[in-house]
């Protein structure tokens, strides 16, 4: 029954128009995300703590769902020099 949760997730994401990603409010959270995640990395780094892990999976989950639906919206053209974002997407990637 799980898998075909999961299946139904990738389905729509296959079929989902991703225009969104260009937005300011996408691009803004993913900008919030990464200043987060700095933060976060200079307190972990005198704080121990337990809960970490899970925040560092958190983090992680977002940043793989921006790779993947950027990815699935410009295909190969991510990686291209023609791209004007190739800098960025490489650091992405």
Known sequence: LRV???LRIVRVLLEAD???TEEPRFQTFIGTVIGLNSIL????TDID????F???Q???TIYT???VVLLKRFGLYFFSCNNPDIGWN???A
């Open 65 to 67: 769902f921006e790779l």
């Open 41 to 44: 990395m200079g307190l972990e």
């Open 90 to 92: 490489m650091l992405d």
């Open 49 to 52: 703590w337990v809960g970490w």
């Open 18 to 20: 991703l225009s969104w």
């Open 54 to 56: 899970y925040l560092e």
């Open 58 to 60: 958190i983090l992680l």
């Open 4 to 6: 075909f949760r999961a």
